[in-house]
Structure formats: C-alpha cells, structure tokens
C-alpha cells in the first residue's frame, strides 16, 4: 500500500535516512521542521514551532530529502523523581506511521544523547523520558520493562499517560534536585 511522504506525494518506500542534528540545528532546518509541523497541523505557532526545533535530535529524511521525523529533548526534572531527564518528543508525518519506525528512531536518538553525555564531564541527564500520547502506543507497551524499546514504566504523568523512561548505561544518580527550584536558564525544575 502506498502512503504520501512528507511533501504529500506517494510514498513507495517507508524508510528514511536518520540524521543526528543536536546541539547543531540551523536556522534553515529550523524553517524546514516549522513547515513540516504547520503543514501537518502538529505546531501551527512559528515561535512555538521554532523553540522546538531547537531541541532536535534527529531527523528522518525521506528519499526525496524531505524531513519526514522529527525526535526532541528537553532536560526536565520530575517531581517525584527529582533527576534530570532528556524529556523526548517525536514526530512522523502521516505517511511514515505504521511503519514500524517509531522504536528503531527512537533508540537512535537514545543512542545520540548517550553518546553527547559520554562527552561532558558533568552529566546532564539519567537518560530519556517519554510520555505515550499515542492511545495506540500506550496500549501496546503493557509490560513494566519493555526489551525492544529499552523503556521501563514509571508511573503515570498529570495528564494520566504513561511515563516510560531509558536510562543511559551506567547511569549513576545525582543528588536530587529540589521540588519548584530554579535551575539554570530560570525555568522551574518542574518544567
């Protein structure tokens, strides 16, 4: 079955080349992951859609070049478990879901920020932190500890969805952070 690409045309072939872009994200990928997410409806806000694309960590391109993926982080600390975490979001244009590409992406991007954290001499994070949106996603991840996806369940955000995390291999813990401190930038560690 043929199903469009992220520029609308059919797509014949539903793999797509992952390229790691954090901390080096452009002003014209930028411009290109704002179209993606206007043209598809995800972030109609350019100003909202332009601090996301910040905090990209890799990109699926499609065989026309197209970004068809999109994976993001943002260092947030939970309440109750009050360690840094690479808060993970990600996005597949309409004709690339149902691909089974949803777990391969995200262990790559797992792998980027393993990789950056390996680099710093201070860790940033534990690991990955995802909230399952996809009603879809949460049925099918029914186990505390997921093999193929590499994520253990956690518990349950506000907004009632699961929390699964990823921690990096030989993560270590930090002292714990404060409930509602400041950390660096000004936002809460709530955020």
Excluded: K
């Amino acid at each position: 079955m043929s199903h469009p690409s992220a520029d609308g045309h059919p797509n014949t072939d539903p793999s797509f080349e992952i390229v790691p872009v954090w901390r080096n994200v452009s002003p014209e990928l930028i411009a290109e992951l704002s179209g993606l997410w206007a043209q598809t409806g995800a972030i109609a806000d350019p100003a909202s859609a332009a601090t996301r694309g910040q905090q990209a960590v890799c990109i699926g391109r499609d065989a026309n070049g197209a970004i068809c993926a999109v994976g993001t982080a943002v260092i947030r600390t939970l309440p109750r478990l009050r360690q840094p975490m690479y808060f993970y979001r990600q996005f597949f244009a309409p004709g690339f879901r149902g691909q089974r590409q949803t777990v391969p992406f995200f262990r790559r991007a797992c792998d980027i920020l393993q990789a950056h954290e390996g680099q710093l001499a201070i860790p940033e994070a534990l690991g990955v932190l995802v909230e399952l949106e996809s009603a879809l996603l949460a049925a099918r991840y029914v186990h505390a500890c997921d093999p193929h996806s590499g994520t253990t369940f956690i518990g349950y955000s506000p907004r009632g969805l699961q929390l699964r995390v990823s921690y990096f291999d030989d993560a270590r813990l930090l002292a714990p952070a404060m409930p509602g401190r400041r950390r660096e930038g000004g936002r809460s560690s709530r955020e």
